[in-house]
Nanobody, 120 residues
């Protein structure tokens, strides 16, 4: 069974940085395409960034130039480096993956997420 464990969230001031990690088990990690998502209070989950098994990355316009997704296949881990954080980045962040990137609203297997709060 696929298990996703996100970590690295916290409280940070505007303009600060955080690095999120997601360790995935139960899959052949290096063939999976992976992504980070977020869900703010009262809003639907949205796709933030994705990385293919070949290393191609894509970002939502709202985070382009500030966030960087990366992966370490040896550690079965995907990362999200978040810089220049804004209050509107406040959300619970989730990772997921598959042979195709899961849709944000899919009912598949999700981890517990990690809370990111950007506030002064």
């Amino acid at each position: 069974q696929v298990q996703l464990v996100e970590s690295g969230g916290g409280l940070v001031q505007p303009g600060g940085s955080l690095r999120l990690s997601c360790t995935v088990s139960g899959i052949v990690f290096n063939i999976y395409n992976l992504a980070w998502y977020r869900q703010a209070p009262g809003k639907q989950r949205e796709l933030v960034a994705s990385i293919t098994r070949g290393g191609t990355t894509n970002y939502a316009d709202s985070v382009k130039g500030r966030f960087t997704i990366s992966r370490d296949n040896a550690k079965n881990t995907v990362y999200l480096q978040m810089n220049s954080l804004k209050p509107e980045d406040t959300a619970v962040y989730y990772c997921n993956g598959g042979l195709a990137i899961p849709l944000p609203g899919s009912n598949g297997n999700w981890g517990q997420g990690t809370q990111v709060t950007v506030s002064s």
